[in-house]
């Protein structure tokens, strides 16, 4: 009993580790747009939290404009962009694996990036 408690602990102690991806990075200002060009993603990480990575260098964190509950992970992001350029209050839905009708309509939040934190000297 006591080896199983432990590899419980030792699974969740990796698991944190392995979850939070903005570990070891700083926030700097919020942006209104970025450009979906040079984004990956959408991951959906929970119902308020929705991050882009920009070539393994930096990380925007969005989300939704107040309530937006059908922002699930696991979920696909339909996006709507116009002007070429995605943007705070853009509108997107979302579509649950099996399930083909979208959800109801919800805006971005401004964009935060985030950045490897560099190395004091």
């Known amino acids: ?24 990075r700083i926030a700097g200002a919020p942006v209104d747009c970025v450009d979906p060009s040079r984004l990956n993603g959408p991951d959906i990480v929970d119902a308020n939290t929705i991050l882009y990575r920009q070539s393994g260098k930096r ?4 989300g939704p404009v107040g309530d937006c509950p059908s922002l699930r992970p696991r979920d696909t992001l339909i996006v709507e962009i116009y ?39």
């Open 1 to 24: 009993m006591r080896r199983l408690a432990t590899l419980g602990a030792l699974a969740l102690t990796l698991a944190a580790g392995r979850s939070d991806p903005l570990a070891g």
């Open 83 to 121: 002007g070429g350029r995605l943007c705070r209050n853009d509108r997107f839905r979302t579509i649950s694996p099996g399930i083909s009708i979208p959800s109801g309509v919800c805006r971005f939040r401004a964009f935060v990036p985030y950045d490897r934190a560099t190395p004091s000297r």
């Open 59 to 62: 990380i925007w964190v969005t």
